[in-house]
């Protein structure tokens, strides 16, 4: 067959080329998918797929891709979003304004399918045709009347179906048999209409490329001869992102960086207070209480924060001769309403009570002030940008609070946030401070502008990656200065699986970029024999996966250790089987697999899960055989071993966080670098006995070994699940 010959000059793509002003890579990316598209067949087991980054820009990149295609031959697109009424209204909206010249000129229609006309004239039908459609049983049957009985000559036209966020949760693998059946359903509703279209073509858009992996080889519903097929791709295009996107890396790799704004960033909340936002109990908190109470400490420090950070902003602008620009503040902790209503008059109390301590109780009114300013102004500092006077910003929160300029709004009901969107789609900021409370439906794609403070709770042993992800509202395109000020306040233990999940992301769209998403990432777990054998990745849970890559570290973090009683005799009993193999040397030397493991095991009941986070020394281990015999190297089964004692590093750092790098001195002796000098096919174990000191350092005055894992340089990207799903 003969490659037509793109038209890149046309007008549509033309016109929104000069409008958008597309940089050369994003030209590149909508050329070739719409190159890939006439060229392959596509359907819905096989779509073209368009994999960008959440928040990166992926509408903008299909709207052009729609453009481009209506230029080449095609002359009605399908816009398939995820099922809610808002996400439906914001892409609409977007069509509309980015395509206003044409509709104004009537070279194009767009509508939403359910307020499709029932008399649609020849003229009309004879220009090119957007239908936004909700990913819902209604909305399609709607469709299917369109194309096939109100208007069946668009049944004849080249028809593009883009499937926007589309992802394992929308169609494809999903858990339950409730959840498969349902989307099942959506997916045969949406292949029913491909199939009739005379000519159609199928572009998937997600930012989830996990989908493709995570389902079964085939899928048979039961009660149902139908066996659903796996979705691979016929062709992916990357969206590509420049340098001001601000993603996963940097909220959970770029974070551990002490020199970047990013590290500054994450601020702890204590699982009880997620408990105490759950519901009204008098027990445990007070609401007249709020701006004492140390059962909210994170949520006032939020709130304040919050404020005091959007004021900074916008003195920054006005020093710069800018336009003061509105902020927004998400609260995500809970589904329920009526949680969302018992945040709500938390969060409006605070704002009572801190307008009331202006004048009733100035000095509290100003401790409060001065503690976000100090905290805001570290990341400032290190961003070296114009930092304002903490009077100046002191009577700037005051006029703020007495003007009312601080909004909060509950946003968790469909109608709430259709009559919460502005013209383009996003929600409103209607005055220069705005806090939203809300559950999914603030999780669902809706973006938020100026995002600079995000309260996160929700519960992840029940996320699925895409969920945890989707919720991660504050991804995007951001300016630095917005960054110095922005905080995200979540557990230590979502945060860790968060960063869990980012790894798992990063290395799964790596494989992507190289092109080698077929065979580029190793799925492993340990079968009943204790052996480490490939796994199905649609078995995956994925808040228990370990992402293990080239020099990746493993150790435990957060963890306490018992009581000298208890363990001291253990300590000692490693003490015998590290010194007797070490030989006092701090040289790396070669440790069997056998020995190695037992040393882990020893170490894992030296901690006291009661009192700290659990390690889990399974993965830590399995990981350890993986990386030790899955090499052809001489040295297999066994690591690199070196050992340092007399370490006196604390449990939790000073920013609250627990201490994740016990191995960091630096110099050529540092034994991270000397680890890394080692670990070529084999990894290093590095273990660090460390004296366990009370006080400031928060053990519990008995010495004890840190054990931190290195892979080894030349690993095979591999992800490896303790648990499955059965």
Known sequence: METKILNKNGFFYRGLSEKNKYDDKTKECIENTVENLLDKDTSLNRPGMLLGKIQSGKTRTFIGITALSFDNGFDVAVVLTKGTRALAQQTFERLKLEFSEFYREDDIQIHDIMNLPDNLSQWELDQKLILVVKKEKNNLKRLHHALFEQYPELSHKKVLIIDDEADFASIGFSKTKQEIIEINVLAGQIDEIRKNLQDSDFLQVTATPYSLYLQPDDLKIEGSSKVFTPIRPAFTSLVPVNEHYIGGDYYFEESENEDSVASRLY?????????????????????????????????????????????????????????????????????????????????????????????????????????????????????????????????????ALKKDYLMITKVNSEKDVSQLLDETGQLKLRTPLNIFIGGQILDRGITIGNLIGFYYGRNPRTFQQDTVLQHSRMFGYRPIEDLAVTRFYTTMRIYEVMQKMQEFDSALREAFEKGSQDNGVVFIQKDTKNKIIPC???????????????????????????????????????????????????????????????????????????????????????????????????????????????????????????????????????????????????????????????????????????????????????????????
């Not at 004021?311 to 927004?328: C, F, H, M, N």
């Not at 993965?619 to 001489?634: A, G, P, R, V």
């Not at 006995?689 to 990207?717: D, I, S, Y």
């Open 267 to 399: 601020q702890p909340i204590v699982e009880d207070e997620l408990l105490v936002l759950k519901k009204q109990d008098r027990r445990k908190f007070k609401i007249e209480e709020s701006l004492t109470s140390y059962k909210i400490d994170s949520l006032r420090s939020a709130i304040v924060n919050f404020i005091v950070g959007g004021v900074i902003r916008r003195l920054q602008e006005q020093k710069k001769g800018e336009r003061s620009k509105k902020y927004s503040f998400i609260v995500h902790t809970e589904q329920g309403k009526a949680a969302h209503e018992w945040q709500e008059t938390v969060v409006n109390e605070l704002k009572t009570l801190l307008r009331e301590a202006v004048d009733n109780d100035p000095v509290l009114f100003s401790d409060l002030i001065l503690e976000s300013y100090k905290n805001l102004e570290e990341s400032i500092t290190l961003l070296d940008c114009y930092m304002p006077s903490f009077e100046e910003v002191k009577f700037e929160v005051m006029r």
């Open 536 to 726: 199905s990745p649609n078995k995956l849970l994925l808040s228990q996966t370990t992402t293990l890559k080239p020099f990746k570290r493993l150790l435990p973090v957060g963890f306490q250790t018992g009581y000298k009683t208890y363990i001291s005799s253990i300590v000692d009993e490693i003490d015998d089987i590290i010194r007797s193999r070490s030989e006092g040397t701090d040289e790396p030397f070669l440790l069997n697999l056998e020995t190695a493991t037992k040393i882990i095991h020893l170490i894992k009941s030296t901690h006291d899960d009661k009192a700290g986070e659990a390690w889990d020394e399974v993965s830590f281990i399995s990981s350890m055989e993986y990386l030790s015999l899955n090499t052809d190297s001489e040295n297999a089964g066994n690591v690199w071993c070196i050992v340092r004692e007399d370490r006196n590093i604390g449990r939790i750092r000073l920013d609250g966080k627990y201490e994740d790098a016990p191995d960091t001195p630096k110099g050529e002796k540092g034994e991270l670098k000397v680890a890394r000098n080692v670990a070529k096919d084999i990894p290093a174990l590095v273990l660090l006995r460390q004296n366990g000191e009370e006080g400031e350092n928060k053990w519990r005055g008995t010495a004890f070994w840190w054990p931190v894992l290195v892979a080894p340089e030349n690993t095979e990207t591999v992800i490896y699940s303790n648990k499955i799903v059965d």
